[in-house]
């Protein structure tokens, strides 16, 4: 090495090692892409197996299942452990919470999942004076009862839950519920496309509950939808039917979101599409946009 290479390589070397190692940082990348198999339903209902096989033939190694169409979770752990998935998750019904919660508890421990997430509150339950409070109440005895056996339970947002209550004094429901349920008892599964849709911004969100959003669900928008005074937030979902996209093919800035993973407390980013014209299609574009993304 000649005196001007040497004294070259020498300055290079010093002002890499005095900036900030952040700035030298691996960008982060999603290991494993999960998917609601909601999005396949009706593939599901004429061949469960079959379906669940060509998931993973897309590369998902996580899914959420939204039905068992009637197979036994002995038989449902069979397939997974076939296809090189797990199940962390799955959706059970509100009414099931209630009434049926130790057997749920139970088929969940078969699977091998580590959440269990209500999807949806019926309208007459959140509808009643005190029907928030009631909800809360029960997130959190069905929390306490799930973390007994090693397995959490989460609630999974729409839209309506940003919208201001005058049940909750102009509240609105999400923040009620955050506010009100137990961190340990109950997570969220944020929908960050329908949070971004109803017009609220994700990230504010994990700023003020860092570490509540262990799981996400993770779609795309082609548009968003207008708000008006008297409507300011859409609760009729089905008339984004026709905009709703493959994840990247939209509008949703998922590289500003994902950079706040950490923060958020994300662990499982669960691909949906609620109404897909060519369900596994939808399912490849998104995966090979997830898994090549870094933010």
């Known amino acids: 090495m000649n005196r001007r290479t040497f004294l070259e390589t020498s ?40 379906t669940i096989a060509k998931v993973a033939a897309i590369g ?26 797990t199940a962390p998750s799955a959706h059970i019904d509100y009414d099931i919470v209630e009434s049926h919660w130790p057997e749920t508890i139970e088929a969940a421990q078969i699977i091998g999942q580590s959440y269990i997430v209500c999807p949806w509150i019926p309208d007459d339950a959140r509808k009643q004076p005190d029907g928030y409070k009631r909800i809360a109440d029960l997130f959190n005895k069905a929390g306490e009862a799930s973390n007994k056996a090693g397995i959490h339970f989460a609630y999974h947002n729409h ?18 519920l955050l506010d009100s349920t ?28 860092p570490g509540r959003f262990p799981l996400v669900h993770v779609k795309d928008m082609k548009k968003l939808p207008k708000y008006s005074d008297d409507q300011p937030v859409l609760t009729k979902l089905e008339t984004l039917e026709a ?46 946009y997830l898994s090549k993304l870094r933010f």
């Open 11 to 50: 300055i290079a070397t010093a002002v890499l090692t005095s900036l900030p190692s952040k700035s030298f940082a691996a960008t982060h990348q999603i290991e494993k892409v999960g998917v609601q198999l909601y999005s396949v339903r009706d593939l599901m209902k004429s061949d469960f197996e079959g």
């Open 182 to 209: 137990d961190p340990k008892l109950c997570n969220m599964e944020m929908d960050l496309c329908w949070i971004v849709v109803a017009g609220q911004d994700p990230v504010s969100y994990f700023n003020r509950y």
């Open 159 to 176: 839209t309506w839950e940003f919208q201001p209550s005058p049940l909750l004094g102009g509240k609105r429901p999400y923040d009620f």
């Open 60 to 85: 998902y190694k996580e899914v959420e299942f939204a039905d068992l169409f009637n197979h036994s979770p002995k038989d449902v752990r069979a397939i997974l452990d076939k296809d090189g998935l």
């Open 243 to 288: 905009d709703m996209t493959d994840v990247g093919s939209g509008v949703i800035d998922w590289k500003s979101i994902f950079a706040n993973t950490d923060k958020a407390g994300i662990k499982h980013f669960i691909v949906e599409n609620d109404w897909p014209k060519d369900a596994l299609a939808s399912l490849t574009n998104s995966y090979d």
